[in-house]
């Protein structure tokens, strides 16, 4: 995860500006939120699963003002149903974008190194 790159994106909740971002602080946080392990959690977050997508938002959205420091666990005093409804498809886009990416010169030297196994 050490490629991980740190996206956010500008959310409102209640009449607060927020952001969601997603790093290595959010994996943190969320594993001691959920008590799961993040790799499980992207199969649980894609599957739409409501407990994994609000530890996710507790674990990533911050005050505008103070964008080092998560919410946590102050995200369950907001409307759930509302922050599922309307931010589930912005954690599944914003851990997708923040995921390493291969590039595609790396693609192709592992392309030429299962070429040459092969042989």
């Given amino acids: 995860m050490a490629n991980l790159t740190k996206k956010s994106k500008e959310i409102v909740l ?7 971002c ?25 599957k739409y699963d409501d407990k994994a997508l ?3 938002m507790a674990s990533s959205i911050r005050p505008k003002d103070n964008p080092e420091v ?6 369950f005093e907001f409307d ?9 498809l912005d954690v599944i886009e914003l851990v997708s974008a923040s995921m ?12 030429k190194q299962k070429r040459k196994v092969k042989k």
């Fill in 14 to 20: 209640g009449n607060k500006k927020y952001i969601m």
């Fill in 22 to 46: 997603f790093d290595m602080n959010s994996i943190n946080l969320f594993q001691e939120l959920s008590g799961m392990g993040f790799l499980n959690a992207i199969h649980l977050i894609n």
């Fill in 54 to 56: 609000l530890y996710f």
């Fill in 70 to 75: 998560p919410i946590g666990e102050k995200l």
């Fill in 80 to 88: 759930i149903i509302g922050l599922l409804l309307s931010h589930t």
């Fill in 100 to 111: 390493p990416q291969v590039s595609n010169n790396k693609k192709k030297v592992q392309q």
